[in-house]
């Protein structure tokens, strides 16, 4: 059951540009999510569900990019929570969840803690820790010098106004197994009203039903997915401070695989027989190329449309490797895109056979090929063209990333032409360079 907080806020402040009723007439998660950027900027932060944007002083957007990010929308709107206290406030919802608008709260630090409930954070983890054990759902590994602390805080008179009354209320009556989160610093923030603050929870909506179903079970899709991830990240642009200031982190943060089933559809609906890739103007590239082979770094290579075409790259190698991963050759396949896009027409098994069968009948695998007609799948060219990417820095000159681009062109794999994924002409502009032509 949803709860909605009465009278807080008349009017959700939402910047001119966003039209409420054009956002919810928006049928896709990926839609949604590309008119959220559009209209309310960059994300505040987002996770493997769920996007988060500022509407404005007092409220946030949670955006949910997939059905498990619908759960934990729903959980969040629970009633009962609302009710403990200990808990960001909802003050609106999607009927279907697919998003909810809560309190904004700047991010939580360990000091926090001490000032508003008088004891440290590593002090409210324990106690976490200890109501855990109490139900001997399981006997986790828990520091058992603070038994005696939270027996006579149990006993006194101010037990039922303090946040370790909240917590116990909120675990014994949700039965709650996943208990990370609340001992994750990150799901805490801190909240203003009325000119006064308070520390509660921001992030609540793994319990167990969500975590049954969405996580226990789903290890080999997802969370293989997110290692995928976290293994190129490893090769990928380590001399920058933040992951996602690297292009390779753009192209994940900006790109989902639910995009490529979109275009796909509206592709179809608009009779467009196979993907349209942006590339890389072969003739500009060209003249740009010669002129380094000239003047070397006296060429005065423009800096910015380096940067957009290493971009191009960095996101359609994303692209590839989601292709990749629909085609089977891959470590997992996106279920969670799959059911997004098709969930209420497919009525197949979910394993590969199936979902390979409808795709193919749909017409998709005919939709899905690189430039130069082979089909979209890299076994072997992602990585390596990841590792050249990795040679970027924030000290790199337009020189250098245009030999960056020109090596990134020359990685050839054995399915077809994979620099036509990124450059007009493929392999045959890189070669009419060195006067080699095909």
């Known amino acids: 059951m949803a709860f909605l907080v009465e009278n807080s806020v008349e009017e959700m402040a939402y910047p001119a540009s966003f039209n409420m009723e054009a956002?919810?007439?928006?049928?896709?998660?990926?839609?949604?999510?590309?008119?959220?950027?559009?209209?309310?900027?960059?994300?505040?932060?987002?996770?493997?569900?769920?996007?988060?944007?500022?509407?404005?002083?007092?409220?946030?957007?949670?955006?949910?990019?997939?059905?498990?990010?619908?759960?934990?929308?729903?959980?969040?709107?629970?009633?009962?929570?609302?009710?403990?206290?200990?808990?960001?406030?909802?003050?609106?919802?999607?009927?279907?969840?697919?998003?909810?608008?809560?309190?904004?709260?700047?991010?939580?630090?360990?000091?926090?803690?001490?000032?508003?409930?008088?004891?440290?954070?590593?002090?409210?983890?324990?106690?976490?820790?200890y109501v855990y054990s109490l139900y001997a759902r399981r006997n986790p590994m828990r520091d058992h010098s603070y038994d005696n602390l939270f027996k006579q805080i149990g006993d006194s008179d101010e037990y039922y106004d303090s946040v370790f009354y909240m917590l116990y209320e909120y675990m014994a009556n949700t039965q709650l197994n996943a208990i990370d989160d609340l001992k994750r610093l990150s799901s805490w923030g801190v909240v203003s009203e009325n000119g006064e603050e308070s520390l509660v929870i921001i992030d609540y909506g793994l319990n167990d039903d969500v975590a049954q179903e969405y996580y226990h079970f789903r290890i080999n899709e997802n969370d293989i997915a997110e290692m995928v991830k976290k293994a190129i990240n490893k090769l990928l642009n380590e001399q920058f401070d933040n992951y996602y200031d690297s292009p390779i982190g753009k192209a994940y943060a900006n790109l989902w695989e639910d995009e490529i089933l979109q275009e796909f559809l509206e592709d179809k609906r608009n009779g467009i027989p196979h993907k349209q890739w942006n590339l890389i103007p072969s003739a500009q590239y060209q003249n740009l190329l010669k002129r380094y082979m000239q003047l070397g770094d006296n060429a005065k290579i423009p800096d910015r449309l380096m940067d957009e075409w290493i971009q191009l790259i960095a996101d359609n190698l994303v692209t590839l490797e989601y292709m990749t991963a629909f085609a089977g050759h891959s470590q997992y396949f996106p279920k969670e895109a799959f059911e997004n896009a098709f969930g209420e027409e497919y009525e197949g098994n979910y394993d590969y056979e199936d979902l390979s069968e409808f795709l193919e009948n749909i017409g998709y695998y005919d939709w899905a090929q690189l430039p130069d007609g082979s089909d979209a799948i890299s076994d072997y060219g992602i990585q390596p063209i990841a590792k050249i990417l990795k040679e970027l820095s924030p000290t790199s000159t337009p020189e250098d990333k245009l030999l960056i681009i020109n090596r990134c062109l020359d990685v050839i794999h054995c399915r077809g032409d994979l620099a036509s994924t990124f450059i007009q002409g493929g392999r045959a502009t890189c070669s009419s360079i060195s006067g080699q032509h095909k």
């Open 23 to 129: 956002f919810k007439s928006i049928p896709s998660y990926a839609g949604k999510i590309k008119y959220c950027k559009e209209k309310l900027g960059k994300q505040l932060g987002s996770g493997s569900s769920r996007m988060v944007f500022q509407i404005d002083d007092e409220k946030v957007l949670k955006l949910a990019m997939n059905n498990k990010g619908v759960a934990q929308n729903e959980t969040e709107c629970d009633y009962y929570l609302q009710q403990i206290g200990l808990f960001a406030k909802i003050y609106d919802t999607d009927e279907n969840y697919k998003w909810i608008e809560m309190q904004l709260a700047r991010k939580a630090t360990a000091g926090d803690f001490k000032k508003f409930f008088g004891y440290p954070f590593k002090v409210i983890c324990a106690y976490v820790d």
